[in-house]
């Protein structure tokens, strides 16, 4: 009865919170998508990158990432606690999108690199909040509804931000990064949501 593309939402059915978190989860994951979707193409229109250089970027990308993800998460946490962790993660999110959007050199994508390696801490605070709003009997379908919010950004935000870079890089504007600021948008507004919905604070 329950083997179709939408029963796995049923996770959030008696939890208005879990539903709120959900749309920040949401736009988050939109702005993550929008980000890699078009990583190489920016690269390639607003740096004038080709495979090599966009290749060892991406390494980087990935040290600083599990450097930051297995040094920094637990001390932040029980410093921060997890509201507060998660809204600095959406904060370093939109910001480093703002700055790739802006980088026309190495050392400005560099600082935005460093600055989305901080904001890795986003997925394993939002998924750590939803597991303590619900009983024990209810974790495998809350975790399993986050996750199926991040697959549905998955398949939209590449589609949208395309035409976004598409549009934004022809029809006269000549702009490669409208795409990386529209994707900061995005983590701005799962910032104001999380305000909003008055998540617990840990």
Do not use: C
Not at 77 to 82: I, T
Not at 114 to 132: C, D, F, N, R, W
Not at 160 to 179: E, I, K, L, R
Request: proline content about 3%; hydrophobic content about 60%; aromatic content about 12%.
């Amino acid at each position: 009865a329950q083997a179709n593309p939408l029963a796995i939402f049923t996770g959030f059915a008696h939890h208005p919170l879990i539903w709120r978190l959900a749309i920040v989860v949401f736009l988050s994951n939109f702005a993550f998508q929008t980000l890699i979707a078009n990583w190489n193409l920016f690269l390639q229109y607003q740096m004038g990158w080709g495979i090599k250089e966009i290749g060892l970027m991406l390494m980087l990308v990935g040290l600083l990432a599990a450097a930051a993800q297995g040094g920094l998460m637990a001390p932040l946490s029980r410093w921060l606690g997890d509201k507060r962790l998660l809204m600095l993660g959406l904060f370093l999110q939109a910001a480093e999108m703002f700055i790739t959007g802006y980088a026309t050199t190495f050392n400005v994508l560099l600082l935005a690199t460093i600055v989305g390696a901080l904001a890795i801490v986003v997925h394993p605070t939002y998924s750590s909040i939803a597991s303590q709003t619900v009983g024990a009997n209810e974790q495998g379908a809350v975790q399993g509804a986050v996750i199926g919010m991040e697959s549905v950004t998955v398949v939209i935000a590449p589609l949208v931000s395309a035409w976004v870079f598409d549009y934004f890089t022809h029809n006269g504007w000549q702009s490669g990064g409208a795409v990386m600021y529209f994707g900061g948008v995005m983590a701005l507004l799962a910032m104001l949501m999380l305000v909003w919905v008055k998540l617990p604070v840990r």
